[in-house]
């Protein structure tokens, strides 16, 4: 397989990324809140992953954030205390298979594999109504074309771990941590946002608390 970074052949000929190059992108660990209870951890800077994370609209990109979800999945789980008793739910924002596969979904199934059995993925639990993309929009776009997530069944764990693959402005973990929480969640600008529940599953959706958020990178400037 041919490396996309360095451009080399290697041998494992299910890694896009050879180990060199693998190992040599930075695990930048950061928080930010997103509410007064509520951070959100990520694990690179964009600025070192860049031009791999624009892979992600291409059928390869599904290898490349394999590995780099696994690679920040494994620091994860060795570096911070993850003491919950009961099994958390990794509910992906918007995992659904557009194109050929799920981008989010990719992460989520990276981080259940390297919890052992304390995480569980709520594959294609989340949807969002509006498909408007994001990246390169302003923060008032943003808020004024919210995704609208919605619930697409039942979350059957106490507590839950909403996870991205990019942050931004951090708009859309707020909104949907909305949908779990059913109230107004302030953003950073002082604009508030509002998510309508489905009524299937509002009640449901109430007893399952976020407690953290995760994304694989942070756009941040």
Same mark, same amino acid.
């Given at each position: 397989?041919?490396? *996309? &970074? !360095? #451009?080399?052949?290697?041998?494992?000929?299910?890694? &896009?990324? !050879?180990?060199?190059?693998?190992?040599?992108?930075?695990?930048?660990?950061?928080?930010?809140?997103?509410?007064?209870?509520?951070?959100?951890?990520?694990?690179y800077?964009?600025?070192? &992953?860049?031009?791999?994370?624009?892979?992600?609209?291409?059928?390869?990109?599904?290898?490349?954030?394999?590995?780099?979800?696994?690679?920040?999945?494994a620091?994860?789980?060795?570096?911070?205390?993850?003491?919950?008793?009961?099994? $958390?739910?990794?509910?992906?924002?918007?995992?659904?298979?557009? #194109?050929?596969?799920?981008?989010?979904?990719?992460? $989520?199934?990276?981080?259940?594999?390297?919890s052992?059995?304390? !995480?569980?993925?709520?594959?294609?639990?989340?949807?969002?109504?509006?498909?408007?993309?994001?990246? #390169?929009?302003?923060?008032?776009?943003?808020?004024?074309?919210?995704?609208?997530?919605?619930?697409?069944?039942?979350?059957?764990?106490?507590? $839950? &771990? *909403?996870?991205?693959?990019?942050?931004?402005? #951090?708009?859309?973990?707020?909104?949907?941590?909305?949908?779990?929480?059913?109230?107004?969640?302030?953003?950073?600008?002082? $604009?508030?946002?509002?998510?309508?529940?489905?009524s299937?599953?509002?009640?449901?959706?109430?007893?399952?608390?976020?407690?953290? !958020?995760?994304?694989?990178?942070?756009?941040?400037?």
């Open positions: 397989m041919k490396c *996309l &970074v !360095c #451009g080399r052949w290697h041998w494992r000929v299910d890694f &896009v990324i !050879c180990k060199t190059c693998l190992d040599s992108i930075p695990l930048r660990l950061s928080t930010r809140k997103l509410t007064d209870s509520i951070s959100v951890y990520s694990f800077a964009y600025s070192d &992953v860049s031009l791999l994370m624009q892979s992600k609209y291409q059928l390869i990109g599904s290898r490349v954030l394999k590995l780099l979800a696994y690679k920040a999945a620091y994860f789980f060795t570096h911070i205390d993850f003491d919950f008793t009961q099994r $958390v739910g990794l509910v992906g924002l918007d995992d659904y298979p557009y #194109g050929a596969y799920s981008h989010t979904g990719v992460i $989520v199934r990276a981080f259940e594999a390297e052992r059995g304390r !995480c569980k993925g709520a594959y294609g639990a989340l949807k969002a109504k509006n498909a408007t993309k994001y990246a #390169g929009e302003s923060l008032t776009f943003r808020q004024n074309n919210p995704k609208g997530f919605y619930l697409t069944r039942n979350i059957s764990y106490p507590f $839950v &771990v *909403l996870v991205d693959d990019i942050i931004t402005t #951090g708009t859309s973990l707020r909104e949907a941590i909305s949908v779990f929480s059913a109230f107004d969640v302030e953003n950073e600008s002082g $604009v508030k946002s509002k998510v309508a529940l489905d299937k599953f509002a009640t449901k959706s109430l007893e399952s608390k976020v407690i953290f !958020c995760l994304a694989l990178c942070d756009a941040r400037e």
